[in-house]
């Protein structure tokens, strides 16, 4: 079974720094897909970013990116000038070959004005 | 990115009655999940349905618990006997837009007393 760790349960991080999310998965597939969900104080589950496995190009939206390492299985968000609206819970995620989502614990993203 | 509603927003319930949580894609899907996230915790995955029928379902997912399709557009998740344990925000999402990706709706927020 797959499984998705983030050994980060709260970060901060100043307004328009940088800060990087760490996420570490478990699988024994060779295809699947990286997500990174973003749960501001509303609890809607926004998608912020996603990764295919057999891409090595590392995902970027805007002012986040990903550092995709297959083989380390290691999928971290950063986070570029960081703003005020960034602050909620960030989850990352695994789809399995079932379609499956295996969701991380979460890290809690505060930003300091 | 496909939009996905669901209702209510909020229920409160007494334990041992039945509920019925409503999924409303704005457009054709034919992928449908329910996950929960009980407060605090991470969000789980409960049962996937394709083509009118489960395609893969938890642990979590017993007896109690039924999904259906019942006009084409909504998709529901049927709690029969709630439990105090049942508390927790229910999240629909769809697979569409890009591939391999889940949408997920806003969520209901679900208490059993």
């Known amino acids: 079974a797959q499984t998705v760790t983030q050994s980060q349960p709260e970060m901060s991080v100043q307004e328009a720094e940088t800060v990087t999310l760490s996420c570490t998965y478990d699988?024994?597939?060779?295809?699947?897909?990286l997500f990174w969900y973003k749960q501001p104080p509303s609890r809607q589950m926004i998608l912020v970013i996603r990764q295919e496995a057999y891409k090595q190009q590392n995902a970027t939206e805007n002012r986040f990116s990903v550092n995709f390492q297959k083989a380390a299985k290691s999928f971290s968000l950063k986070i570029s000038d960081s703003q005020l609206g960034d602050a909620a819970m960030y989850f990352c995620?695994?789809?399995?070959?079932?379609?499956?989502?295996?969701f991380g614990k979460g890290t809690r993203l505060h930003i300091l004005p | 990115e496909p939009e996905v509603t669901q209702t209510p927003s909020h229920q409160v319930t007494q334990m041992g009655q039945e509920v019925i949580l409503r999924c409303v894609p704005i457009s054709n899907h034919l992928y449908f999940y329910w996950y929960r996230q009980i407060l605090g915790q991470k969000v789980e995955f409960l049962v996937s349905?394709?083509?009118?029928?489960?395609?893969?379902k938890s642990e979590i997912f017993d007896d109690q618990f039924s999904v259906e399709r019942p006009d084409g557009s909504n998709f529901t998740l049927k709690i029969r006997s709630t439990k105090l344990e049942d508390s927790a925000m229910y999240f629909c999402?769809?697979?569409?837009?890009?591939?391999?990706?889940?949408?997920f709706g806003p969520g209901t927020r679900l208490l059993v007393l």
């Open positions: 999402a769809i697979q569409g837009g890009r591939e391999e990706t889940q949408y």
């Open positions: 995620a695994y789809l399995n070959r079932d379609d499956k989502i295996i």
């Open positions: 349905f394709y083509n009118n029928e489960i395609s893969e």
């Open positions: 699988t024994s597939e060779s295809d699947y897909y």
